[in-house]
């Protein structure tokens, strides 16, 4: 497993900004994939944002132009900055880790932090 925590949630106006971190106790470049989920009530969990160690980048439509997924190799931890926030982003954000364990590829997930955004 790889330990993720994550940090940087809470609650904003619509329009506001957040930037989510989420901390990896292994290097950014021992984990193949890094990415941002989110779960809303009554929603299937959803992927975000995702970066690869080669630093292929997705993006949901729905959060293209507003957020972007960033990573700081020395810090080993992933970031998540999101602008022009909206009501309809009000979820639980969860950071996922995509890593081999020996041969066997794994995902770890964090605890996960509330993003709530008002109108």
């Known amino acids: 497993q790889v330990q993720l925590v994550e940090s940087g949630g809470g609650l904003v106006q619509a329009g506001g900004s957040l930037r989510l971190s989420c901390a990896a106790s292994?290097?950014?470049?021992?984990?193949?994939?890094m990415g941002w989920y989110r779960q809303a009530p009554g929603k299937q969990r959803e992927l975000v944002a995702s970066i690869t160690t080669g630093g292929t980048i997705y993006y949901a439509d729905s959060v293209k132009g507003r957020f972007t997924i960033s990573r700081d190799n020395a810090k080993n931890t992933v970031y998540l900055q999101m602008n022009s926030l909206k009501p309809e982003d009000t979820a639980v954000y969860y950071c996922?880790?995509?890593?081999?364990?020996?041969?066997?590829?794994?995902?770890?997930w964090g605890q996960g932090t509330q993003v709530t955004v008002s109108s």
């Open positions: 996922n880790a995509e890593a081999y364990t020996g041969w066997v590829l794994r995902d770890s």
């Open positions: 292994r290097t950014m470049f021992s984990i193949n994939t």
